[in-house]
């Protein structure tokens, strides 16, 4: 499994379960703190992936498939932010947007995320930001801070795609997107 699509994949299914508690005319998009800042949609909430590393906790432990190489368990922290719509409407100002997401994200603290591999979850927590770190973080994307939730997500240690010896590149990439869902 490469892991830039493992991170994406992961992405899409907190999107997902963040889409599933908010309003149908709520965007959740995965945008970088000033993208997300400057777009024209009236009510969102976007995930940043802002930081990536090793987890402590998962990387001294041995997988029962010693003989496969897998993955570094890894840690995936994001920033999670609401725009509200400027018309206010009920379930849809910036606070009420960050409950809801705080609310799904407290009551599912593992996530399936199938294109990682049959039975993969990864584990979702809060993470408790100082308020430097989360101004350093809006500063260095130059934009206006916001009120955000902070989390961190286990990715756990992953096998590597099974490819045959006379595979293509093109085989290669076409077994990628196939277990990630995507297309061509």
Known sequence: MLLPPAFAAVTRALQQLVKTAVPTSTEVTALGLAEAAGSSHASRVNLFLYRITSDAALRNQRT?????????ALELRYLLTAYENPTRAIGQTEEDLLWTSLNVMYATPHVAVPALGRD?????????????????????????????????????????????????????????????????
């Open 64 to 72: 029962a498939r010693v003989s496969k190489t897998v993955t570094p």
């Open 120 to 184: 993969v979850a990864v584990r979702i927590e809060p993470e408790n930001l100082t308020i430097a770190d989360v101004a350093a973080l809006w500063q260095s994307a130059r934009t206006e801070i916001r009120a955000t939730l902070a989390y961190v997500v286990h990715l756990p240690p992953l096998l590597p795609l099974e490819i045959p010896a006379s595979a293509t590149l093109e085989d290669i990439r076409n077994l990628r997107l196939d277990r990630l869902g995507g297309t061509a």
